[in-house]
């Protein structure tokens, strides 16, 4: 069983910029391949990153292109998502989903809050 935790969401201005971080534990941190998703209100959960189990691929929804980066430390067994020049648009709860490659188990996180607000 992996367990995936969230971190670094929170309040900011438009223009700013947030980087969440996703822990995930109790597997082998470069076989699960790292996904983030958010939710905004009252909306359907929208794909907004992934990445690839060495890092080589990086794959992003066009409303963020140019903006958010995603990126992964294998020996930290942690995946980020740096988030820049954020609009008010972005504001929703990001999720982060593990999944592995050899099984294709998903797990997901609880979600941290991210409002983009001035």
Do not use: H
């Not at 050899?102 to 979600?111: A, F, K, L, R, S």
């Amino acid at each position: 069983q992996v367990q995936v935790v969230e971190s670094g969401g929170g309040l900011v201005q438009p223009g700013g910029s947030l980087r969440l971080s996703c822990a995930a534990s109790g597997d082998d941190f470069s076989t699960l391949t790292m996904t983030w998703y958010r939710q905004p209100p009252e909306k359907e959960r929208e794909f907004v990153a992934s990445i690839s189990i060495g890092g080589a691929t990086m794959t992003y929804a066009d409303s963020v292109k140019g903006r958010f980066t995603i990126s992964r430390d294998n020996a930290k067994n942690e995946a980020y998502l740096q988030m820049n020049n954020l609009k008010p648009e972005d504001t929703a709860v990001y999720f982060c989903k593990a999944r592995d490659i050899d099984y294709n188990n998903e797990y997901w996180g609880q979600g941290t809050q991210v409002t983009v607000s001035s």
